[in-house]
């Protein structure tokens, strides 16, 4: 029996504008704020913004990394498997650089200043995003996995192909690739995905939903 959109969406965590206005609204922590507009516009993780353990790993952002003419960043990411380390120029959205800014202001610093720009763990993120979560109420799992989907489902709504919304991402994981696909279906305007969405996700539907529901990053 074939299953209607509203079903398969609802493993399809996505954040609607309404829904993320509603966590904006809630986030009163300029930081917060700043973190949660990066993942949401630009899909970032909290290794590319935070850093992570090692000497050989990520250093986080850092606020001579953010061109303040152009509006660009630069943004690093380890290959754990290759053991390198790659970088990328990132475009960002007003909403996520004027996030960023107005943090930086908050602690009476601007774009001539150096050091890290967050002051922050993995583990503090995901325990303001279960805070927001609740607040909110909204029926959707407030986790990294769902705002990165959103920034992919905004970067397609937007007009941008899939080459580029993967150099933008540095890459795109393979849970990933079903938000691509589905999104052919609950947009069916994006006559480049079409054909992908008519040859191959109706009869993989099912299992690529329950992995969208199921896979953290």
Known sequence: MSRSKSEIAHKFHV????EVDKCLMNLTDTQHRAIFLLMTDLGMTTVEMLGEDGDEGVKGLYIQDINSITHTMTVRYRFKKEDRIMTRLVPMTPTSFNGVTDFLAS???????????FSITDRMVRHFLSGLENDTKIDKPLDTATLRRTAIVNMLLGGLKRQEIEKRLGFLRPQEEQVII????????????ERVAQNFMYQNIGAMANASSGNKY
Request: glycine content about 4%; hydrophobic content about 40%.
């Open 15 to 18: 954040l609607s504008p309404v």
């Open 107 to 117: 602690k009476k610093l601007d774009y001539d200043d150096k050091g890290k720009i």
């Open 182 to 193: 589905l999104s052919a279906y609950f947009m069916p305007s994006m006559i480049d995905f």
